[in-house]
């Protein structure tokens, strides 16, 4: 079945740097994938989605690269804010339908 | 956003008792989920619904049942509750149509099962 691997240890970075999430898949590439964001107490809330043909996506300050042959996505945020501190979660679709699977998340903590 | 209501938000429990969750939503989306969370384990799909009566397992379904008399209500039903199922279950949302997964989620309930 397909599993999806994210950083358990959580990443700690200076504002104003970039920081960078991995996620990686163990099975059929899916037709995209999706990224999340998980502030505690609160349900995730969906930030970007790429396509299993597109190399890069932008949103302000975040980007996404889909790299199907390492069967991994990173998860870039720029200029990186206090407030960006949270937990983001990979997803991608089961196959089937709208059925989703989430890796279990990385901790992202950003130092003023 | 989804207006997604889950309800109770916290419950303490017994082992052996059984205990619903209701996730009400307001958006006429076709498709609904219950998912737990675990430290270490993410989120994982208990059950899912693509339309009112039509339901479907998923990766971690032992011990729970779903039910989906109405559009807008997804309940998830614990029989008999074990430790294990101590737990937060975030139900979850998609309008069905659409080329993307893109799933809108409720605040979340907290079961404690002593």
Known sequence: ?112 | DAGITQSPRHKVTETGTPVTLRCHQTENHRYMYWYRQDPGHGLRLIHYSYGVKDTDKGEVSDGYSVSRSKTEDFLLTLESATSSQTSVYFCATHPGTGETGELFFGEGSRLTVL
């Not at chain 1, 960078?20 to 059929?28: G, I, K, P, V």
């Not at chain 1, 502030?39 to 302000?60: A, M, S, T």
């Open chain 1, 1 to 112: 079945s397909q599993k999806i691997e994210q950083n358990s240890e959580a990443l700690n970075i200076q504002e104003g740097k970039t920081a960078t999430l991995t996620c990686n898949y163990t099975n059929y590439s899916p037709a995209y994938l999706q990224w999340y964001r998980q502030d505690p107490g609160r349900g995730p809330v969906f930030l970007l989605l790429i396509r299993e043909n597109e190399k890069e996506k932008r949103k302000e300050r975040l980007k996404v690269t889909f790299d199907t042959t390492l069967k991994q996505s990173l998860f870039h945020i720029t200029a990186s804010q206090p407030a960006d501190s949270a937990t983001y979660l990979c997803a991608l679709d089961m196959g089937g339908g709208f059925k989703t699977i989430f890796g279990a998340g990385t901790r992202l903590f950003v130092k003023a």
